[in-house]
T-cell receptor, first 111, second 114 residues
């Protein structure tokens, strides 16, 4: 079945540091890939998405590229802010038509 | 535009009881999905409804059930509660007829089973 593997957290960075959160997936066919973010006390919000190979999703300075050859969708941001502190979830929508989530990565950004 | 609203936000039940959680989707959204979030298992898909019909279901026992009303509001019910049912239950709505994965989540209902 479909599965998503994210790098283990928590991740702690200083403000303005570079962020990478690794995500790899297993799925049949051509899944759509997503990053969702959950701020403290809130529900999940869609951060970005990519629907086909080599697509790059971007939003709020975050980027991720759909790499079919490596089955990866790593999240990157060049300069994180304290307000980026949250839990980040990688997810895919495959042939089962439901979202399959990774375990989440807690990010804390220190001033 | 109001977001996805879930009620109640917090509740405490004892083993063996049953619970009903409610979700009001964003106005105009006809697809509603439910997820269970726990520290150990993460986010797991429960079921999805569209136009009052369940069109997808996750791997949960029959104690977990749901329904959707004609106004797109949805409820989920868990009967004979177990300690392991303690979790944050998230509802999400979607505009598209075809669930593309772009979901709008509510803040969740946190259930504690004692």
């Amino acid at each position: 079945g479909d599965s998503v593997t994210q790098m283990e957290g928590p991740v702690t960075l200083s403000e303005e540091a570079f962020l990478t959160i690794n995500c790899t997936y297993t799925a049949t066919g051509y899944p759509s890939l997503f990053w969702y973010v959950q701020y403290p006390g809130e529900g999940l919000q869609l951060l970005l998405k990519a629907t086909k190979a080599d697509d790059k999703g971007s939003n709020k300075g975050f980027e991720a590229t759909y790499r079919k050859e490596t089955t990866s969708f790593h999240l990157e941001k060049g300069s994180v802010q304290v307000s980026d502190s949250a839990v980040y979830f990688c997810a895919l929508r495959g042939s089962a038509r439901q979202l399959t989530f990774g375990s989440g990565t807690q990010l804390t950004v220190l001033p | 535009k109001a977001g996805v609203t879930q009620t109640p936000r917090y509740l405490i039940k004892t083993r063996g009881q049953q619970v009903t959680l409610s979700c009001s989707p964003i106005s105009g959204h006809r697809s509603v999905s439910w997820y269970q979030q726990t520290p150990g298992q993460g986010l797991q898909f429960l079921f999805e409804y569209f136009s009052e019909t369940q069109r997808n279901k996750g791997n949960f026992p029959g104690r977990f059930s749901g329904r959707q009303f004609s106004n797109s509001r949805s409820e989920m019910n868990v009967s004979t509660l177990e300690l392991g049912d303690s979790a944050l239950y998230l509802c999400a709505s979607s505009l598209e007829r075809e669930n593309t994965g772009e979901l709008f989540f509510g803040e969740g209902s946190r259930l504690t089973v004692l």
